[in-house]
């Protein structure tokens, strides 16, 4: 049988065709050999009972267990027509319960149940490539979560600090509150977006029928799920960008408290000493001071100042 010809198509399976089956079940996999039921060639099949993908929800069950597998022919032989890309076999796939007892030892039999050997196959070809599709998503969420530390630049609010420094407390509690809104908000709205794009990282350990079948209905689950996701992005990214408008222009909004001069005493190197509140002065080397006694500005050469310190009053 050995020029059978390739074709890539499900066949049925009967308990004798079985019978020369043997498998183990080794950490989180099954390991299973026996002919091909279609070129009869042996067939060394891994069952990967644990993937890691992009979503797909369900708590696993522990203990020995039935669990439906679908097996596809990677006897390794020559068939004509194979296509480029592995296995390579004869093409046929089927599909079996597995019964895995507390030795590990699995005994196949044939599977009956039509969902069953189908959610079987979705699992089969989930898996084989599980790692590229988590490459590639992971690069995508890599650009997500920098985008999420970009959002902490708000924080900064840069040249408006001071500005908001010299608000009164409810204006500064104003400001404080539309920047958190703005970095939830803006958090929630790029992991939705990124969880509707891209899934959400998961490992399942699928070992019997029944993850199996919670598996398979969380992904037809997928779609809604995903626009409902898509959904709450765009209403959070919308508030987001609201807060972070508010915030922009609030803080110019809101009366801000002109913090008291300092009041200063100013001995000179001619023995006079002059008293008031400090100015900001634009000349370098001078220092002006308003004068409680008179209240003119005096403005003196810093290499004339002797000792200049705070005072409570003049
Ligand atoms: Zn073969
Ligand atoms: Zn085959």
Same mark, same amino acid.
């Given at each position: ?167 009164? =407390?409810? %204006?500064?509690?104003?400001? $404080?509150? *539309?920047? @958190? +809104? #703005? ?109 409680? =006694?008179? %209240?003119?500005?005096?403005? $003196?050469? *810093?290499? @004339? +100042? #002797? ?8």
């Amino acid at each position: 049988m050995s020029g059978m010809i390739h074709s890539a198509q499900w066949i049925p399976v009967s308990a004798t065709q079985l019978a020369a089956w043997h498998g183990r079940r080794v950490g989180s996999t099954l390991r299973l050999d026996g002919p091909c039921p279609a070129c009869h060639h042996t067939v060394e099949a891994v069952i990967q009972l644990t993937g890691s993908a992009f979503e797909g929800g369900g708590v696993p069950t522990a203990g020995p267990s039935a669990r439906t597998v679908a097996l596809t022919c990677a006897c390794g032989r020559e068939h004509p027509g194979q296509p480029g890309e592995p296995p390579r076999g004869c093409g046929r796939t089927w599909t079996v319960a597995s019964v895995t007892d507390a030795a590990g030892d699995v005994v196949l039999r044939p599977a009956d149940d039509p969902y069953l050997a189908e959610a079987a196959e979705a699992w089969r070809t989930a898996r084989t490539d599980d790692l590229t599709r988590l490459r590639a998503g992971a690069e995508k969420w890599t650009a997500g979560i920098a985008s999420l530390l970009g959002l902490l630049g708000v924080l900064g609010v840069g040249s408006e600090a001071d500005r908001i420094a010299g608000l009164t =407390d409810e %204006g500064q509690t104003a400001v $404080v509150l *539309l920047i @958190t +809104v #703005v970095v939830v908000l803006g958090g929630f709205a790029v992991v939705q977006g990124y969880r509707a794009a891209y899934g959400w990282p998961q490992t399942r350990v699928v070992t019997s029928d029944q993850d199996l079948i919670s598996w398979y209905s969380s992904q037809g689950a997928l779609p809604s799920a995903t626009a409902a996701r898509l959904r709450s992005a765009v209403i959070a990214a919308g508030t987001a960008l609201i807060a972070v408008t508010a915030a922009t222009v609030v803080p110019w909004l809101l009366p801000s408290v002109n913090p008291p001069s300092p009041v200063v005493k100013v001995e000179l190197t001619d023995r006079s000493v002059m008293c008031g509140t400090l100015l900001s002065s634009s000349a370098v080397g001078r220092v002006s001071v308003r004068r409680a =006694d008179s %209240g003119d500005v005096q403005t $003196v050469s *810093l290499n @004339t +100042v #002797v000792r200049l310190f705070p005072v409570e009053k003049c």
